[in-house]
């Protein structure tokens, strides 16, 4: 029995059915053998194809960066552009201008480190140390209850009665540290302590004052509670004001509270009109009762001669506009001019001019 002394990588003789696997190509021809691990012959062909290596980019520009030109001393330009990052990097992280208006709050790898002042100031680079500007000087502004909202705002009076209020919270920040790291959320706790101290010191009013007279006196209430609370909270807040904006009746009552509005209101300017009448009343008394004291010294002094003054005064208020004449008897002839009198008596009457065509 013949041996086959092929290997598994020789390719079948000519002479061994050439036409085995080999008639469709060349007609039985010798191939070269195929070794699967060595490289085929068009491998010089695929290297040409493919696309530079990084060592051959450097080695092209005598070990430049993208095509970058060398300097004159023949080094990389790469070093000194790396470098102006870094410094650019260093100066922007680490100087800090800070408006006349503002505090900045430097941290710490995340921790408070401290609070600068206004102007030039500087820190490590970040992300060592980062610092943020608050604004101390602005006045915000937080609204409770707007009458554009869909429900209402209602808070109880002292009376049981119920009203509808909005009203402005007017607040700045005096503790930017505090501002920024004791709340979780500065601004929502301000609107909550604001709702939380208006209904503790509207429940100290009835409802004429509250709608009323009393809203100065609640506005600085509200402000002295919320203040108050704040500080507990260590908030780093300050309350500037409080402006009641509205301060109604449910819109369901709404028209009956202005009825009995308009009458305690008339019923006000009535009382008014009674305390002037009053006080005109009670002047006058006290000006008569001072005349009075004054006659009567000068009475206790000259009785006779007092009577007779005040007796000749007297007639002199009743009868000085009297068109009659009073005449004693006893020797005097009585002369009355009755023409002159009835040129007194009689009415004034405009004289009129009468004219007419001539012919």
């Not at 195929?34 to 062909?45: F, G, Y």
């Not at 908030?235 to 369901?252: W, Y």
């Not at 006080?279 to 000006?287: H, I, K, N, P, Y």
């Not at 040129?343 to 009457?349: L, V």
């Given at each position: 029995m013949a041996t086959d002394s092929k290997g598994p990588w020789d390719s079948p003789d000519s002479s061994d059915g050439g036409s085995t696997g080999n008639s469709g190509r060349g007609g039985g021809s010798k191939q070269d053998p195929?070794?699967?691990?060595?490289?085929?012959?068009?491998?010089?062909?695929r290297t040409r194809t493919r696309g530079p290596s990084l060592e051959e980019l450097l080695r092209r520009k005598g070990g430049g960066f993208g095509g970058l030109p060398q300097r004159p001393d023949g080094k990389s330009w790469l070093p000194l552009i790396i470098g102006g990052f870094v410094a650019l990097w260093l100066v922007w992280t680490s100087v800090h201008r800070i408006g006349p208006e503002q505090e900045g709050v430097v941290t710490q790898l995340g921790k408070y480190s401290r609070?600068?002042?206004?102007?030039i100031q500087f820190t490590l680079p970040a992300p060592l140390q980062n610092i943020t500007k608050i604004d101390t000087q602005q006045i915000q502004t937080t609204s409770v209850?707007?009458?554009?909202?869909?429900?209402?705002?209602?808070?109880l009076t002292k009376d049981q009665s119920i009203i509808d209020m909005a009203y402005d919270v007017r607040w700045s920040i005096k503790e930017p540290e505090l501002y920024l790291f004791q709340l979780d959320s500065p601004d929502e706790t301000v609107k909550e302590v604001a709702e939380s101290a208006m209904r503790a010191a509207v429940a100290n009013f009835d409802l004429t004052q509250a709608i009323g007279p009393g809203r100065g006196a609640i506005e600085l209430e509200v402000r002295r509670r919320m203040q108050?609370?704040?500080d507990e909270y260590?908030?780093?807040?300050?309350?500037?004001?409080?402006?009641?904006?509205?301060?109604?009746?449910?819109?369901?009552v709404n028209d009956?509270?202005?009825?009995?509005?308009?009458a305690q209101q008339r019923r006000e300017s009535y009382l008014n009109d009674?305390?002037?009448?009053?006080?005109?009343?009670?002047?006058?008394?006290?000006?008569e009762t001072a005349e009075f004291d004054k006659i009567y010294v000068q009475y206790r002094e000259a009785p006779e001669v007092t009577k007779r003054r005040l007796y000749y005064e007297t007639m002199e208020q009743v009868l000085g506009k009297v068109d009659k004449t009073i005449v004693e008897t006893g020797g005097v002839t009585p002369y009355l001019p009755i023409p002159e009198f009835q040129?007194?008596?009689?009415?004034?009457?405009e004289p009129v001019t009468v004219t007419g065509n001539k012919q």
């Open positions: 195929v070794n699967p691990w060595d490289p085929t012959p068009d491998t010089a062909t609070t600068v002042s206004p102007g209850g707007s009458p554009k909202a869909s429900s209402e705002n209602l808070v108050q609370v704040l260590r908030a780093g807040v300050l309350i500037q004001s409080i402006s009641i904006r509205q301060s109604d009746p449910p819109a369901e009956a509270f202005r009825e009995v509005n308009a009674a305390r002037a009448y009053a006080s005109r009343v009670t002047e006058l008394a006290l000006g040129k007194k008596t009689a009415p004034k009457t």
